[in-house]
């Protein structure tokens, strides 16, 4: 059965500091991955997407891929309170539907002031 | 660009009721739609997917005779839960995903059933 794999934490870090999320998948098809951000409450929001092997940056936000380890982070720099939430990764579900995603259950940050 | 928008945000009904919930893709569209439940402090759990047009797939262990799904056209689906129950009672969440692209899903912003 294809897994995506994520330690359910919580995860504390201080205020300003790099938070490192992690997670590995299962399917070796699988082409495309996704990092969401789901608030308490809230549905799942998407803030990073990666295909290709090696770092992507947006703004705070660092994605890395690591195909041959079937591996994918998600590097928060600067860490503020209001990133305290759940982070999702999801993979492609490789031979499913257009946008048939493997969702990991979730790390749960928290960022302390 | 890529909202999506649910309907409606939340409901209360009593038990034996259906219930029929809205989802929209308001600026792309969308070849495939899913829908989700998930339970307070638990995790997305997949209920069905929908491509226009054609019957859902649902997964293992979700009844298809309780939750009809509708993809009617290439911006909505709908979600009716029919003889709804208070174990019904959760948080639906429907993601639609563009038919070109590399596959992310973009959530609309759930629905909140309770059954009494």
């Known amino acids: 059965q294809k897994e995506v794999e994520q330690n359910s934490g919580p995860l504390s870090v201080p205020e300003g500091a790099i938070a490192s999320l992690n997670c590995t998948y299962s399917d070796r098809g699988s082409q495309s991955f996704f990092w969401y951000r789901q608030y308490s409450g809230k549905s799942p929001e998407l803030i990073m997407s990666i295909y290709s092997n090696g770092d992507k940056e947006d703004g705070r936000f660092t994605a890395q891929l690591n195909k041959a380890s079937q591996y994918v982070s998600l590097l928060i720099r600067d860490s503020q309170p209001s990133d305290s939430a759940t982070y999702l990764c999801?993979?492609?579900?490789?031979?499913?539907?257009?946008?048939?995603?493997?969702f990991g259950k979730g790390t749960k940050l928290s960022v302390k002031p | 660009g890529a909202v999506v928008s649910q309907h409606p945000s939340w409901v209360i009904c009593k038990s034996g009721t259906s219930v029929k919930i809205e989802c929209r893709s308001l600026d792309f569209q969308a070849t495939t739609m899913f829908w989700y439940r998930q339970f307070p402090k638990q995790s997305l759990m997949l209920m069905a997917t929908s491509n226009e047009g054609s019957k859902a797939t649902y997964e293992q262990g979700v009844e298809k005779d309780k939750f009809l799904i509708n993809h009617a056209s290439l911006t909505l689906s709908t979600l009716t839960v029919t003889s709804a129950h208070p174990e019904d009672s959760s948080f639906y969440i429907c993601s639609a995903s563009p038919g070109v692209g590399l596959g992310a899903q973009y959530f609309g912003p759930g629905t909140r059933l309770l059954v009494l």
């Open positions: 999801a993979a492609e579900n490789y031979g499913g539907s257009q946008g048939n995603l493997i």
